[in-house]
């Protein structure tokens, strides 16, 4: 059995950070634009900065990748892992200071054809909005491939995307193959199949020669019309999924997807929350105010943009949680839920 676990965040510097990710206990390097924490990563070799290190406790120091090439079984269990057996899932969050690139990831078909790319498909959930912030997601349903193609020679594309108005809280999924951007004021928990493929469609004409277009790929992902969906609710707003509450515990199923699935919890009075081992791998995201994880290894404080592993095979114990404290409970896939639309 293992303990919980944590990591020590990946800082990646964008163009479009910031320093709000101090809001989340942040360690950020003075005048850096940091638009990424990468909370849990196990990436290929090829990827600078893609695997998570164990922060504390008698694995400090070991990477995640050796974590499971030691002990698959008590890390995975049954969890469907990703390629090469690695952990399915890529969590991070995203500052947006400015608007992010319009983009989209490989396609299953643009996958098909070429074994060096994987899908890439995510969800987004917003942490904090500033008022009027938005995101884009998905071209309007009368757009065609002719339409998208006169407004990269316009410099108008933003202009045929969904534009959708979001609040702490809201859900919003982004299957692999749809054009979608963050906009300026969100700072979102993102959850991800593991891959880093990103195809840079339109920039807002910055015309920065350090981020160029990927306009051949991404003609070959990109969806349109009802072929951008796969099914599965695109947004869902916190508020509107009623609550399943019991002994302090308020939770809403934001999303539920064959690769990861995910609720949102809050806790209306001090609660304690079992901890036994179940055979899946989880992340838990503790987003606002102060928790601690207790078992035979000792205790693992989570504060407010604390991201922990909980093990397949986890040791029992108990989580405490102080009333306030909300936390997105990430649970990976595996055989018993793969099916599921």
Known sequence: MLPPLAFHPILKERAWGSARLRTLG??????????????????????????SVVAGGRFDGV????????????????????????????????????NLSVQVHPSAAYARAR???????????????????????GFRPSVTPADFERALADGT???????????????????SGICHA????????????PSDTTFRVWDWNRNDPARRLHLEEARASLQFGAAQ???????????????????????????????????WIEATRDARIPIEPTGVAE??????GPAEWRTASGALPAKGGSTVLRPAAVEPGEVLLHKGHTLLRVLCASPLDGAIA
């Not at 050796?66 to 399915?88: C, H, K, M, N, Y």
């Not at 300026?184 to 991800?192: N, R």
Request: charged share 30%.
């Open 26 to 51: 942040k360690a950020l390097p003075p005048g850096a634009r940091i638009g990424e924490s990468w909370e849990l990563a196990d990436l290929p070799d090829s990827i600078a900065d893609g695997r």
């Open 63 to 98: 990477t995640l990748h050796e974590l499971i090439s030691a002990q698959r079984d008590d890390v995975l269990g049954i969890t469907t892992p990703g390629p090469d057996g690695a952990f399915p899932l890529l969590v991070k969050y995203l500052d947006a200071a400015e």
């Open 115 to 137: 074994p060096d790319a994987r899908v890439k498909t995510e969800a987004w959930v917003v942490v904090h909005a500033e008022k009027g912030a938005k995101l884009y997601r």
């Open 157 to 175: 594309v933003v202009e045929l995307l969904e534009a959708i108005d979001v609040a702490r809280g809201d859900c919003i999924h982004l299957p």
């Open 182 to 193: 963050l906009g300026a004021g969100l700072l979102v928990a993102e959850i991800q199949t």
């Open 229 to 263: 969906e796969d099914g599965i609710r695109a947004v869902t707003r916190t508020r509107d999924v009623a609550p399943s509450e019991a002994n302090g515990l308020r939770s809403r199923r934001l999303l539920r997807t064959p690769r990861f699935s995910f609720e």
């Open 283 to 288: 992340v838990w995201m503790h987003l606002e």
